[in-house]
Nanobody, 116 residues
Framework: QVQLVESGGGLVQPGGSLRLSCAASGFTFSSAAMSWYRQAPGKERELVARIFSVGGRTIYSNSVKGRFTISRDNARNTVYLQMNNLKPEDTAVYFC?????????WGQGTQVTVSS
């Protein structure tokens, strides 16, 4: 079955950086679009970034454009989210998402807290 395991979350001061990783298994990773979403307390889950399988095209939410970078390593079946210049409003649980077998699949999430 599809498994997505996130890691790399934690507590960081404003202006700091974190790199999230998502290890995937159970599907053909190189053929799947991979995304990062986040959900803050009391808010809906929102798309942060997506990387497509063909050509590596990426899209970002306006709130993270220029600060976050999504990338993938097809040899390692892993997708990354490099987060720089973090702000308190980036505090949320971050979820890895894969679109495979005509369905969305989710990891368990990793907490990112930006606070001084």
């Amino acid at each position: 079955q599809v498994q997505l395991v996130e890691s790399g979350g934690g507590l960081v001061q404003p202006g700091g950086s974190l790199r999230l990783s998502c290890a995937a298994s159970g599907f053909t990773f190189s053929s799947a679009a991979m995304s990062w979403y986040r959900q803050a307390p009391g808010k809906e889950r929102e798309l942060v970034a997506r990387i497509f399988s063909v050509g590596g095209r990426t899209i970002y939410s306006n709130s993270v454009k220029g600060r976050f970078t999504i990338s993938r390593d097809n040899a390692r079946n892993t997708v990354y989210l490099q987060m720089n210049n973090l702000k308190p409003e980036d505090t949320a649980v971050y979820f890895c998402n894969a679109y495979a077998f005509a369905n969305d699949h989710w990891g368990q999430g990793t907490q990112v807290t930006v606070s001084s």
